[in-house]
Each structure stands twice: as structure tokens, then as C-alpha cells.
């Protein structure tokens, strides 16, 4: 008996996550169809124009925005940012460097600096426990 290899699928929002792109500025046809694990490494390798123009230029989804500005998703939503952004937008907002910006980015310094602390915390506490 011989088994038929499925090919795995994902929705058009999960493809476009994983490839760090806003879906409804993709095009129709991908939006509308199901995208195969070959096709979105294709994509990944490979990538269309239009691919390569929405990561250049946008719009951004939130979490890109957020990582192109420093701060966290939740930093976003406080600054009152909740819609898709474009480069141009973003680069804008870093020029004017509004309160809430600069506040958000010195609470992701910080929540970086404390991951670190706790992480070398941790391997400190392994490597003691080590026999």
C-alpha cells in the first residue's frame, strides 16, 4: 500500500506573517488562495517584485513597525499607533521623535537589559549545579 504525501497548506494571513508582510497590501490572487510549505519558501528564496517592494517600502504589519521603531508591540497600541505603517511614515515618526516614542524605547532598553541579567542569572545558577 502507498502512502500520498500531503502537502501542507496555510491561510493567506499565515503566509504573509511568516514572510513579515501586511496582507491586505499583498496581491489579490495571494490573499484569495492557499500558500503550500514550497511556495512560501519559494517565496522566502526567491521573492516576487511585489514581495520585495512591500518589505522595502510597506506598509508594515504591526510587529515589523514596532521592531523598525524599537519598541513593543504593546508600545505601539500605548502610542496610539494601530494601523499598518509605511517606511516613509515610520522614518517620519522617528524624525519627530514624539514623548512616547523615546519613553517606549527606554522601556524596551530596559526589558532588554533585564532578559540579559536573568539569562546570565540562570547560567550562573546552572553552571553552579553542575556536579
Known sequence: MKSQANTQ???????????????????AEF?????TRAELGELQA????WLRELR????HPRPVVAAKL?????????????E???????????QAGPEWLEKERATQA?????????????AERAERSRP
Open 9 to 27: 497548506t496555510m491561510k493567506p494571513a499565515t503566509a504573509a506573517k511568516k514572510l513579515g508582510v501586511y496582507l491586505p497590501a499583498t496581491p
Open 46 to 49: 526567491n521573492p516576487p517584485e
Open 110 to 122: 530596559e526589558v532588554r537589559k533585564e532578559t540579559v541579567r536573568i539569562k546570565k542569572k540562570n
Open 56 to 59: 522595502r517600502t510597506g506598509p
Open 70 to 82: 524599537g519598541v513593543s508591540i504593546a508600545g505601539l497600541a500605548r502610542g496610539g499607533v494601530t
Open 31 to 35: 490573499q484569495e488562495g492557499v500558500v
Open 84 to 94: 499598518a505603517l509605511t517606511t516613509e511614515q515610520i522614518e517620519a515618526l522617528k
